[in-house]
T-cell receptor
Framework: DQQVKQNSPSLSVQEGRISILNCDYT??????FLWYKKYPAEGPTFLIS?????DKNEDGRFTVFLNKSAKHLSLHIVPSQPGDSAVYFC??????????????????FGQGTILTVHP | GAVVSQHPSWVICKSGTSVKIECRSL??????MFWYRQFPKQSLMLMAT?????????EQGVEKDKFLINHASLTLSTLTVTSAHPEDSSFYIC?????????FGQGTRLTVV
């Protein structure tokens, strides 16, 4: 049962344009969402997160949007740069106040989307 | 951000041997650490929760006797893959939560031949 889904395995974007990465989830207990960037044979690097009480969070070129009713979130990168080329994972968590009192480190990941930004 | 160090970054071992992977939090204390693995072209899957001073809790389908976890101090958790087999070849990675974030180690590429 894939509770977090990234339906696009890959995305190709021209440098300077916007990259939009999508993520859907099914577990309504998730209340905290994170995006990670990962290079091959390295650990994921945290990018940005959003709590379910918000619908938008912005940090520099990265903006995450959350639509709770649709159980959908997206990561916007603008302008895209060649150095952004990597695998992007969305992850979800029920947080310490969620069911089972899980920690923020106990994450359910999507399958990842390979982003390629062309010069 | 916080630094989590994982060692070794890659290891090749013979089938039947055991491999120990270390995960250290370098500038903070972590009472809880998490171990994940990633098979090729698949997502990161949680294996177990490592709790300092107590037994680890394992996710369904993960053999606790095969994947031994020890969290003896607030800065170190170890994962030992016992009697490794080729199907255990994977990318193993730990993470340490701090407040509302989770920081990952660099990962360990295990290849069992």
């Amino acid at each position: 049962d894939q509770q977090v889904k990234q339906n696009s395995p890959s995305l190709s974007v021209q440098e300077g344009r916007i990259s939009i990465l999508n993520c859907d989830y099914t577990n309504s207990m998730f209340d905290y969402f994170l995006w990670y960037k990962k290079y091959p044979a390295e650990g994921p690097t945290f990018l940005i997160s959003i709590s379910s009480i918000k619908d938008k969070n912005e940090d520099g070129r990265f903006t995450v949007f959350l639509n709770k009713s649709a159980k959908h979130l997206s990561l916007h990168i603008v302008p895209s740069q060649p150095g952004d080329s990597a695998v992007y994972f969305c992850a979800a968590n029920s947080g310490p106040s969620g069911a089972g009192g899980t920690s923020y480190g106990k994450l359910t990941f999507g399958q990842g989307t390979i982003l390629t930004v062309h010069p | 951000g916080a630094v989590v160090s994982q060692h070794p970054s890659w290891v090749i071992c013979k089938s039947g041997t055991s491999v120990k992977i270390e995960c250290r939090s370098l500038d903070f204390q972590a009472t809880t650490m998490f171990w994940y693995r990633q098979f090729p072209k698949q997502s990161l899957m949680l294996m177990a929760t490592s709790n300092e001073g107590s037994k680890a809790t394992y996710e369904q389908g993960v053999e606790k006797d095969k994947f031994l976890i020890n969290h003896a101090s607030l800065t170190l958790s170890t994962l030992t893959v016992t009697s490794a087999h080729p199907e255990d070849s994977s990318f193993y990675i730990c993470n340490c939560p701090i407040r509302t974030e989770a920081f990952f180690g660099q990962g360990t590429r295990l290849t069992v031949v």
